[in-house]
């Protein structure tokens, strides 16, 4: 499989229940519930998405025909000789997008495991995850069916019309948290009211943790 790469940079984790991680971030191009387009946003799926996931003009980004050609590209990023001790030391790598799960399969599952990395996983969960996974974020979008109904963490976006808290705390995952829809592409403001809001609910809802995006915040990846 020919895998396509947006990006790959080292930073920190800066939202959910891993915040303040170091971790190296291979980000794939491609997404099932928007184009990436700015023209197509408002008839996309999921139309709150800040990221870019188009091309593969990245950092680190292009094509790797192997699983094991990308892995040691991933490795590259990680500072040499730090691998740590326990699990917070291990080299992290989190795989995001755009939609990972579109690409991301066993094969390069074992060849970071291989080369020494815990996998992590944000997905929006409309495509069934590969087993193999050290920890699976679910991030669940607008009217999207949402076929992955377990994993570690699920982390919603509020508000969104489509999806309450409510309706996914039935499901098998570790950890719940909310995190403040970033509405700054149309107003400053009312990001600020979503902050209140999901603050808001957590106080009322412990079963939920407030997740913010610190590395905007900070300034950085």
């Known amino acids: 499989m020919t895998y396509s790469v947006k990006e790959i940079f080292l930073s920190i984790q800066g939202e959910g229940a891993h915040t303040g991680r170091p971790s190296v971030f291979l980000r794939f191009a491609g997404c099932n519930l928007w184009s990436g387009r700015e023209q197509d946003r408002a008839s996309a799926v999921c139309k709150f ?11 680190g980004g292009g094509q790797f025909k192997t699983a094991d050609a990308l892995a040691k590209e991933v490795l590259s990023y990680w500072p040499k000789d730090q691998c740590g001790k326990g699990d917070y030391g291990k080299p992290w790598v989190i795989c995001t997008g755009g939609e990972p799960l579109l690409q991301l399969d066993i094969d390069l599952i074992e060849a970071l495991h ?4 815990k996998v992590g ?28 109904q377990s994993g570690d ?54 079963n939920w943790r407030l997740s913010l995006q ?4 900070l300034g950085v990846r």
């Open 49 to 59: 998405c800040d990221t870019e996931f188009v091309g593969m003009d990245g950092l």
């Open 153 to 206: 963490e699920l982390k919603l976006v509020y508000p969104q019309a489509e999806n309450k808290p409510e309706d996914f705390e039935h499901m098998d995952f570790e950890v719940f948290s909310l995190q403040p829809r970033d509405d700054c592409y149309l107003d400053n403001k009312k990001s600020d009211t979503n902050n209140r809001a999901a603050y808001e609910y957590c106080i009322a809802n412990p």
């Open 121 to 148: 996983v944000e997905s929006n969960g409309t495509i069934k995850a590969p087993k193999g996974i050290d920890w699976l974020c679910i991030s669940p979008k607008a009217d999207a069916e949402m076929v992955q």
């Open 114 to 117: 291989k080369v020494g990395f």
């Open 214 to 217: 610190t590395h905007k915040y």
